[in-house]
């Protein structure tokens, strides 16, 4: 298992309980430490969790405000430079290991993560940013998500970094495009959203239709309205009918219609500031309803009083969902 690897729920939350009592520093302290480099030493996945959960805890305990306060100033800094390639120098700069770390454990796509921080339209966690562009074209971008706007005289042309947007495109002679770190698409008058994960990019269209394009040289597909689609730099899959959530976050709701857990968790963690760990067998549940995006805390007692799970914090940044 590598440095990197990332160690079963289980064992993360031995290791998180284990930090927690440790941080909190009890009388019998060389005690506790004697059972808890016991418990280290049981097995090579107890050193990797416990390394996960040092590197977690280190970049939201000491670090947090440092990276919030570089972030703030990388944005009023980057309103005095001239030229997007000195923006991106001065971004490297200010962020140092802090961000670069932090955005490296919570996405694959660490070239496209280096970009987001530079980006024209920008959220954190929680937040939902709606705007109308210069040709009347609406936008939404959802929660930790990062937008660049290039609009030409023959073009207009979104760049989608991370996360994901929803976009209501107005009547222009130029075409529309957006491209995601996979493909191209290209917006046939059209409502439709587009969520950047780390290995394809998913596109649903609710109204008019959309030609994706691979930049791997895939077969360009045109999507309809009401379908919905994943795509990687090589080709696309099956057309399936489109999912209604990815249009009710931009109202500040979070909709499910019979997910597993595990895959609702991915969408609440845009929300949940932290850590957000879900057991296997906590993950294996079916979610069904509609739950408040800008209250997590109210969504996982929600979720607590309907499902047979315990929702824990050992620590403040941390946040367990385990099987009862």
Request: glycine share 8%; with cysteine.
């Amino acid at each position: 298992m590598s440095a990197d690897a990332k160690p079963d729920q289980a064992t993360l939350q031995q290791a998180a309980q284990w930090y927690a009592r440790l941080r909190a520093g009890n009388a019998d302290h060389a005690a506790l430490r004697q059972h808890w480099q016991q418990w280290l030493d049981q097995h090579d996945s107890h050193r990797t969790a416990w390394a996960f959960v040092e590197r977690i805890s280190q970049r939201f305990e000491p670090l947090q405000s440092q990276a919030d306060a570089s972030v703030q100033a990388l944005q009023r800094a980057r309103h005095k430079l001239h030229t997007r390639r000195r923006t991106l120098g001065t971004l490297s700069l200010l962020c140092g290991g802090v961000l670069l770390g932090w955005a490296g454990w919570r996405n694959q796509l660490l070239p496209q993560r280096l970009l987001a921080l530079g980006s024209d339209v920008r959220t954190g966690v929680g937040e939902i940013h709606a705007r109308q562009l210069a040709d009347g074209t609406r936008i939404w971008l959802n929660g930790d998500s990062a937008l660049n706007v290039d609009y030409q005289s023959g073009l207009r042309r979104l760049q989608l970094l991370a996360g994901e947007v929803l976009i209501e495109t107005a009547t222009d002679s130029r075409p529309f495009v957006i491209d995601s770190a996979q493909g191209r698409m290209q917006a046939l008058g059209t409502r439709f959203s587009v969520l950047q994960r780390e290995q394809e990019t998913r596109l649903n269209v609710f109204d008019g239709a959309v030609r994706i394009e691979p930049f791997g040289g895939g077969v360009r597909t045109i999507v309809p309205a009401g379908r919905q689609i994943d795509f990687d730099r090589q080709g696309s899959g099956s057309l399936i009918d489109a999912d209604s959530s990815r249009q009710a976050w931009s109202q500040g709701r979070l909709l499910a219609n019979d997910i597993s857990l595990a895959a609702f968790a991915e969408e609440l963690q845009r929300y949940q500031p932290g850590y957000l760990s879900v057991s296997a067998g906590a993950g294996a549940l079916r979610v069904v309803g509609n739950f408040p995006a800008s209250d997590p805390v109210r969504t996982l007692s929600m979720l607590e009083g309907a499902l047979p799970i315990r929702v824990s914090q050992p620590l403040p940044w941390w946040t367990s969902i385990e099987l009862l």
